[in-house]
């Protein structure tokens, strides 16, 4: 049997770039893969904006074929708020939860260790999966963040948030501004291999319309790391 078990923060949410709904269900889940011995990458994208961001391993790892687990699975789980504020607003602490992945049952776990319980979710293995490559989309927008800063951007205010919210509301450390208008926008976390990027948006001020660019319209992904 193979299992591999990590922990999530619930202050770095990196599914709140995934895509919500049915229409898009390529894009509905997080996708998991080995980065070292110590940690698991998580990358979510809907498509037009990407957040991906490391999770600490329990136990050594060894590398595996990644598997894209549904984002809903992790809506699920809430944080609790610990006390209250004198205005009567919940304050939350910050916590984790633990994920087990049975590779061999294609099945994950997601427990709320606060109180024991658990949601279990099926996930797709990478070989049935074309989910974006964040190495390929570094690779191709590595260039718009060289230079000084354009002097008109568009982005997408709600996608701005969600991004950022994925990485962590209180951990965003850095922000790249692009050197060209159709460029994307660069955020990082508070460890330098959290980020997130946010497509262009632009607007047909003549027609009053609006347009964003694609995560998955810069090319097929980049090859896969390599199976144990």
Same mark, same amino acid.
């Given at each position: 049997?193979?299992?591999?078990?990590?922990?999530?923060?619930?202050?770095?949410?990196?599914?709140?770039?995934?895509?919500?709904?049915?229409?898009?269900?390529?894009?509905?889940?997080?996708?998991?893969?080995?980065?070292?011995?110590?940690? /698991?990458?998580?990358?979510?994208?809907?498509?037009?904006?990407?957040? $991906?961001?490391?999770?600490?391993?329990?136990?050594?790892?060894?590398?595996?074929?990644?598997? +894209?687990?549904?984002?809903?699975?992790?809506? %699920?789980? %809430?944080?609790?708020? =610990?006390?209250?504020?004198? #205005?009567?607003?919940?304050?939350?602490?910050?916590?984790?939860?633990?994920?087990?992945?049975?590779?061999?049952?294609?099945?994950?776990? /997601?427990?709320?260790?606060?109180?024991?319980?658990?949601?279990?979710?099926?996930?797709?293995?990478?070989?049935?999966?074309?989910?974006? +490559?964040?190495? #390929?989309?570094?690779?191709?927008?590595?260039?718009?963040?060289?230079?000084?800063?354009?002097?008109?951007?568009?982005?997408?205010?709600?996608?701005? &948030?969600?991004?950022?919210?994925?990485?962590?509301? #209180?951990?965003?450390?850095?922000?790249?501004?692009? =050197?060209?208008?159709?460029? =994307?926008?660069?955020?990082?976390? +508070?460890?330098?291999?959290?980020?997130?990027?946010?497509?262009?948006?632009? /607007?047909?001020?003549?027609?009053?319309?609006?347009? /964003? &660019? =694609?995560?998955?319209?810069?090319?097929?992904?980049?090859?896969?790391? &390599? $199976?144990?």
């Amino acid at each position: 049997m193979t299992i591999i078990q990590f922990t999530v923060l619930i202050a770095v949410p990196v599914w709140e770039c995934a895509a919500k709904g049915d229409d898009r269900p390529l894009l509905a889940g997080v996708h998991f893969e080995f980065a070292d011995a110590s940690h /698991i990458r998580a990358t979510c994208s809907d498509g037009y904006a990407l957040a $991906s961001v490391t999770y600490e391993a329990q136990e050594p790892l060894a590398e595996f074929e990644p598997v +894209d687990v549904p984002a809903e699975a992790f809506r %699920r789980i %809430r944080p609790v708020p =610990s006390k209250f504020d004198e #205005d009567g607003e919940p304050e939350f602490v910050s916590r984790s939860v633990d994920v087990t992945l049975d590779l061999d049952a294609g099945r994950a776990f /997601i427990c709320d260790g606060d109180d024991a319980t658990g949601v279990y979710a099926d996930f797709i293995r990478h070989k049935t999966s074309k989910y974006p +490559d964040w190495r #390929d989309l570094l690779r191709k927008c590595s260039g718009a963040w060289q230079g000084a800063p354009v002097n008109t951007l568009g982005f997408d205010p709600t996608l701005v &948030a969600q991004a950022t919210k994925a990485i962590g509301y #209180d951990r965003l450390a850095r922000v790249r501004l692009p =050197s060209k208008p159709d460029a =994307s926008l660069l955020l990082y976390g +508070d460890k330098p291999d959290h980020f997130a990027i946010v497509m262009p948006m632009f /607007i047909d001020h003549e027609n009053g319309t609006k347009r /964003i &660019a =694609s995560v998955i319209a810069l090319g097929e992904p980049a090859a896969a790391p &390599a $199976s144990a």
